[in-house]
């Protein structure tokens, strides 16, 4: 093969992947531009009461985010379970809750599925005691984000989630939240941050409010976040997450300067809700 073949393919290859993020952006613009569907629209008010609580120009932009979400994932049903389209907008308007005031959302770019049992599932994991023996142990779970590019989730959990929404508890929140921590493959705690030095009171503050969390969890108190956030800093963040969305006030109060952080990361103030 000549070089000045091999020079063209190199040249047509680098245009592609140069143009590969205008051809994305406009796709996405397009789909922006749609009329929501009235049906999901009704959806929405039998099944998000929180989308009711927004203001209007966060409705609009997560009806937007919604279109987009839909148009780009899979959603798989399991255990025999048909996915519905009253499934995908249930999970897709909780979802992209994480995304709104984004000049530039990406959708969750490493997300390729989302499955979804009828309830909990059953996963069946290996661990090493402390004598170093394997052990394997069954969970029982409402959900989870894998790295892989897929979030499972209990279709009875999400609606639990969405039905109440000022419990701090809902499923969607906490995988998606998992999905952002996981920008970089692994999930640490330590979503993508933007701007100098956020990284560092980042850490402070969350590391601060973790270690709080275990001493809690240890001595049997009552703490706002769930002890399952305990368990290392990546649930941490996704519980703190729950929280954060739907008891605002409570956070605000209990925990100010985690709830800035918070604050600043999101892109909106709940307690404004």
């Given amino acids: 093969m000549g070089l000045l073949v ?48 927004l203001p209007a120009d966060l409705q609009l932009q997560l009806k937007k985010h919604i279109q987009v ?10 255990a025999d379970l048909e996915v519905t ?23 969750f770019p490493n997300l390729r599925q989302i499955l979804v049992y009828p309830g909990a599932f059953i996963v069946d994991r290996v661990s090493t005691d402390g004598a170093g023996v394997l052990q394997e142990q069954r969970h029982v779970l409402s959900g989870e984000s894998w790295s892989q590019g897929q979030v499972v989730l209990s279709w009875d959990d999400v609606l639990d989630g969405a039905s109440v929404v000022d419990d701090g508890r809902n499923v969607v929140i906490h995988e998606f ?6 920008h970089n493959g692994h999930a640490n705690g330590a979503p993508l941050l933007i701007g100098r030095g956020r990284y560092a009171r980042w850490a402070r503050v969350l590391g601060e409010e973790f270690a709080a969390l275990q001493r809690r969890a240890s001595q049997g108190l009552p703490s706002l976040f769930s002890y399952y956030g305990a368990t290392n800093p990546a649930e941490f963040f996704a519980v703190a997450s729950e929280v954060f969305f739907e008891q605002a006030g409570r956070m605000h109060v209990e925990h100010p300067e985690m709830y800035r952080e918070l ?11």
């Avoid at 063209?8 to 290859?13: F, K, P, R, S």
């Avoid at 992947?17 to 009235?38: D, H, N, Q, T």
């Fill in 69 to 78: 979400f839909l148009a780009e994932k899979v959603f798989v049903g399991c």
């Fill in 6 to 53: 091999i020079f063209g393919i190199a040249l047509l290859v680098a245009v592609w992947f140069a143009s590969e993020p205008i051809v994305v952006g406009y796709r996405r613009a397009k789909l922006r531009r749609r009329p929501f569907p009235e049906a999901w629209r009704e959806i929405l008010r039998r099944r998000v009461p929180y989308f009711r609580l």
């Fill in 263 to 273: 604050r600043r990361l999101y892109r909106v103030d709940p307690l404004s809700w």
């Fill in 177 to 182: 939240a998992h999905q952002l921590d996981q």
């Fill in 85 to 107: 389209e009253e499934m995908r907008v249930t999970i897709a308007a909780q979802a992209c809750l994480l995304l709104l005031n984004r000049r530039r959302a990406d959708y």
